[in-house]
């Protein structure tokens, strides 16, 4: 049952968009060539045709369902929804999720690629869940596949309440280990371990992150811009120090690492902008504002203090009294202007032209 089509200006795109998700079809050849012929020479609506590559071009006619607790969309939780797209599906399928909050453990699985999630911003739409201890079992949301764009939604794992705080243990907001992932106006809240940037490639943009123990970790390849980082160091009580990142670059040949970009770190407590989770960690913070919650050393070495020359963390343009780097640890890395040019261009994540397509939802 997955038959919803969703007129935007075009009805014939649409469902021929739905028709070809479903190969085999009896008047597919037919179909296909009026998709042929659109594609090529346009229409009468305005659509440009031709030079579309497929993934952009489905992006043209994909198709919408609907989540609305109260009935009158397609389904009432988010998760049946996810389920209703087919493996190996090849078309973009977008699933709309009203204001509310979803009492629910979603997970995009590997196979389902092409899903826009979107809610009604991320203020006003909340996915929540609990779960904890390990980090791969808690994540209220986990999202597998590529090619996977997240917009106007919150994820948050409750568990480390101010209840459990002392207690605290890893709480995962949400873990995000398919490549070419986009999240745009996205709200992730845990206290320990709350955003799993796990691997691929992944661009943030306009999102806000809350925690306070290790709550950006991963071996992702990703570039944040523009988001807000919430550190709710008080939570940890007195003479605790959080760490915002724990980056998990292992091999000096791997491409990953976190990149953040004319992002702001707000929030109480103490915090160290990071500490490796593994040896070859790398964390760049470009253009960003540091309150004075930052430690004036700035990183930790953890485990691998007699490793540090393997560790990049570096800071450049910063502002703001948390950026002051004078005490920072002797083995910061200066990097080069043309490895921070490469670090901060989107080129670092994207050379095919994902995130433009993905923008267009
Ligand atoms: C989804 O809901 C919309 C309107 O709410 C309707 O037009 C469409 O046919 C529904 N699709 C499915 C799969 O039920
Ligand atoms: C600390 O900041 C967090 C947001 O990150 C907020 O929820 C919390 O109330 C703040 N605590 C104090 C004591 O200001
Ligand atoms: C940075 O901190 C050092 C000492 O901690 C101080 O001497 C210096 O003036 C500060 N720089 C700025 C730009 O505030």
């Known amino acids: 049952m997955f038959l919803g089509r ?7 795109l649409v469902s021929l968009g739905v028709e070809l998700a479903y190969a085999n079809h009896p008047q597919q050849e037919e179909h296909q060539h009026q998709l042929h012929h659109l ?33 009158h969309g397609n389904f009432s ?20 999720v009203k204001a509310g909050t979803y009492r629910e453990k979603l997970t995009i699985p590997y196979d389902k690629p092409y899903i826009v999630l979107k809610g009604e911003g991320k203020t006003r739409t909340f996915v929540e869940w609990q779960d904890h201890s390990s980090i791969v079992q808690s994540p209220t949301f986990s999202t597998m596949a590529d090619n996977v764009v997240v917009k106007s939604i919150s994820f948050k794992n409750l568990y480390n309440n101010d209840k459990n705080a002392l207690n605290m243990l890893p709480a995962v907001a949400a ?10 106006d996205v709200g992730f809240y845990g206290l320990q371990d709350t955003l799993w940037d796990d691997r691929g490639r992944h661009y943030f943009r306009f999102c806000f992150i809350s925690g306070a123990m290790d709550f950006i970790f991963g071996s992702g390849q990703s570039l944040y811009e523009r988001c807000t980082i ?9 003479g605790i120090r959080g760490y915002i990142t724990a980056q998990g ?23 160290f902008l990071g500490r490796p989770w593994r040896v070859y960690a790398r964390v760049l913070f470009y253009n960003t504002m540091m309150t004075d919650i930052i430690l004036p050393q700035g990183w930790e070495p953890w485990d691998y203090t007699n490793n540090v020359g393997l560790i990049t963390f570096s800071e450049y343009g910063n502002y703001g009294p948390g950026a002051n780097t004078s005490q920072r640890v002797s083995w910061m890395k200066k990097l080069d202007s043309s490895t921070i040019n490469m670090l901060t261009s989107t080129s670092f994540i994207d050379t095919e032209g994902w995130i433009k397509t993905q923008q267009q939802f």
Not at 6 to 12: A, G, I, M, P, T
Not at 175 to 184: A, E, L, N, T
Not at 249 to 264: E, I, L, Q
């Open 39 to 71: 594609y090529r020479y346009g229409d009468h609506h305005g659509y440009p045709g031709i030079h579309l590559k497929p993934i952009e071009r489905a992006a043209s006619h994909y198709q919408t369902v609907f989540v609305d607790p109260s009935g």
């Open 77 to 96: 939780t988010i998760q049946s929804a996810i389920d209703s797209v087919p493996s190996n599906n090849k078309y973009w399928v977008s699933v709309q």
């Open 249 to 271: 670059r292992d091999n000096s040949k791997d491409t990953n690492g976190f990149v953040f970009k004319s992002c702001n770190i707000i929030g109480n407590g103490t915090t």
């Open 6 to 12: 969703y007129c935007l200006s075009l009805f014939l």
């Open 175 to 184: 873990m995000v280990s398919g490549d070419k992932s986009y999240f745009y």
């Open 230 to 238: 919430s550190v709710n160091g008080a939570a940890l009580g007195p």
